[in-house]
């Protein structure tokens, strides 16, 4: 379309200019401010609208008289204006199209199996990522505790790219974040305090420092470690990430009891002696020996048992996620007959995410404001293992 010299003066492109920017924003437009007008502009706006007088240096154009002062002849604002300055956006619709994706994201993020299990992870869908970003981190964290492989090499493993969790790397600062929010601890500042971070979820960990605490396992076989848990007679024991790297344990009970808390294992000891069934202590949040542990005991049933407060529900979660244990005694209806003797309860349960188990136990433990050690309710632990 031709448009007349008339309209390309100069003088008139603050006009087009200003009608641009607010033509893009997809909504209706029936009148438009133009600013910062010289003499020259102000006497091409004059003779283009058939002003008696300058329009100042700043007017408000009416969009119906200017279409009016185009004339027809297929000539319209939206075409000058395209023609002259470019074409329009639609911002306004390309908002809704951003809308329906981030929707879309974070319905796809909130069903991923990673996050149903650890509800804590719904504080992720606040980072502005992408899905293929998001996917990688997720797959990360399915594959933590890392018993101890170098982060090179889970790098590899999940992605493909032994350098995508280096630091300084968009993957790398989402994990860490996660991290921090499963553990409920600050985001880590430094290079010390990210390999702190790392070695917690079992990066590049010492097999001899990193331990679990045991009783009542009285394995089949003749490898060492079994041999030697099988002279303790079930009494206590630590076992070393190194040791369950060298050998397989094979129970001949089939259900496994697994407490968060020192104190539920030395109370069994003192009650059943020799006689204590199998029980695992991941003492507090379980490492890459706790992890590993619970993973190699093949044909078992694994119970899960651990505080009633904001943390002890994301180590449950993690903990059943990770080892596919069943909760024991987690449920509202268990939290709520903790609390039948109040006199014993004073603790808040600091910041209380869903439990995937029983979506009624995190509401109840909001409600009430009152966390529930584990050792306040081991006697029904001890009863239930009797």
């Not at 009416?62 to 074409?87: N, Q």
């Not at 080892?323 to 939290?335: C, F, K, L, Q």
């Not at 903790?338 to 433990?365: I, K, N, Q």
Request: glycine share 8%.
């Amino acid at each position: 379309m031709t448009i007349p010299e008339r309209l390309r003066a100069a003088g008139l492109r603050p006009v087009w200019q200003a009608l641009h920017e607010r033509l893009s924003s997809g909504h209706h437009v029936s009148r438009v401010k133009v600013t910062g007008l010289g003499e020259e502009e102000q006497a091409a706006v004059a003779d283009l609208l058939g002003l008696d007088r300058y329009p100042g240096p700043s007017f408000t154009l009416d969009v119906a008289r200017l279409e009016r002062v185009l004339g027809g002849g297929g000539l319209d604002v939206r075409t000058v204006t395209e023609t002259i300055v470019g074409p329009l956006d639609d911002r306004r619709r390309r908002r809704a199209e951003r809308n329906l994706e981030r929707e879309a994201l974070l319905e796809w993020f909130e069903r991923h199996p990673v996050v149903a299990a650890q509800p804590a992870l719904l504080a992720l869908s606040a980072v502005r990522a992408g899905r293929d970003l998001l996917e990688h981190a997720l797959a990360v964290l399915a594959a933590l505790p890392a018993a101890g492989r170098p982060l090179a090499a889970v790098a590899a493993d999940v992605t493909g790219d032994p350098h995508a969790l280096d630091d300084g790397t968009r993957l790398s600062g989402l994990v860490m974040k996660a991290l921090s929010v499963l553990y409920d601890v600050p985001p880590p500042e430094g290079a010390q305090a990210r390999r702190a971070l790392w070695e917690r979820a079992g990066v590049a960990c010492d097999a001899l420092s990193t331990t679990v605490l045991v009783a009542g396992l009285r394995p089949a076989g003749d490898g060492a470690l079994a041999r030697v848990l099988r002279i303790w007679d079930g009494r206590p024991s630590v076992i070393t990430l190194a040791q369950l790297q060298q050998d397989t344990l094979e129970l001949r009970e089939r259900d496994v009891h697994v407490v968060e808390n020192p104190t539920v294992l030395a109370l069994a000891q003192q009650r059943f002696g020799t006689s204590c069934p199998p029980i695992v202590c991941t003492s507090g949040w379980p490492n890459s020996a706790a992890i590993r542990l619970l993973r190699s005991l093949p044909g078992t049933r694994l119970h899960y048992h651990g505080d009633f407060d904001g943390e002890g529900l994301r180590i449950a979660a993690y903990t059943m996620a990770k080892t596919g244990a069943e909760p024991w005694r987690m449920s509202a209806a268990d939290y709520l007959t903790a609390l039948e003797d109040r006199s014993r309860v004073t603790l808040p349960p600091g910041r209380v995410t869903d439990a995937p188990w029983d979506p009624d136990l995190a509401p109840a433990m909001r409600s009430e404001g009152l966390a529930v050690p584990e050792e306040l309710v081991a006697q029904r632990l001890l009863d239930d293992l009797a």
